[in-house]
């Protein structure tokens, strides 16, 4: 039951990507420096990466997406979520993904240099956005210093 559920999101995931591409076109990347890196291809993405509005009690989650590029900066195929945090909720996991869908959407087509284009073309990268808010107020022995 629950693995009919995930593959039910997927889809859902899968469609809402496709369908945000048709009505947006092909949007435009927010800066039109060249990418030249993989930490640059990196950065562009995370700056492109919008949290979604939770509660505050709630702790966030991790997801990650394996994504395939071409040439030109467009995505090849479609993304494919590898990873969600285990004690997320389903609503939670949908609102992952849309943020997810809509950071895709807002940074594609990256606006790669000839190099970088043709060393990540047809190859998997998979990028990894950690929402989570676990900020232990806990003081341990071992993370304090002292000075004998």
Do not use: H
């Amino acid at each position: 039951m629950a693995m009919a559920r995930r593959q039910g999101l997927m889809v859902l995931f899968a469609a809402s990507l496709t369908a945000a591409t048709m009505v947006w076109g092909v949007p435009v990347a927010a800066d039109d420096a060249k990418i030249n890196t993989l930490q640059e291809l990196f950065a562009r993405l995370g700056a492109c990466w919008k949290s979604p509005v939770l509660p505050p009690d709630n702790p966030g989650m991790q997801i990650t997406v394996l994504v395939t590029f071409k040439r030109n900066g467009e995505i090849l195929g479609q993304p494919r979520i590898t990873y969600e945090s285990e004690y997320a909720s389903d609503e939670d996991r949908l609102l992952y993904r849309t943020a997810l869908a809509e950071a895709l959407q807002r940074c594609t087509p990256m606006p790669f240099t000839d190099g970088l284009g043709n060393a990540v073309a047809g190859r998997p990268v998979r990028f990894r956005f950690d929402a989570r808010r676990t900020k232990s107020t806990e003081k341990r022995s071992w993370q304090t210093t002292r000075t004998l």
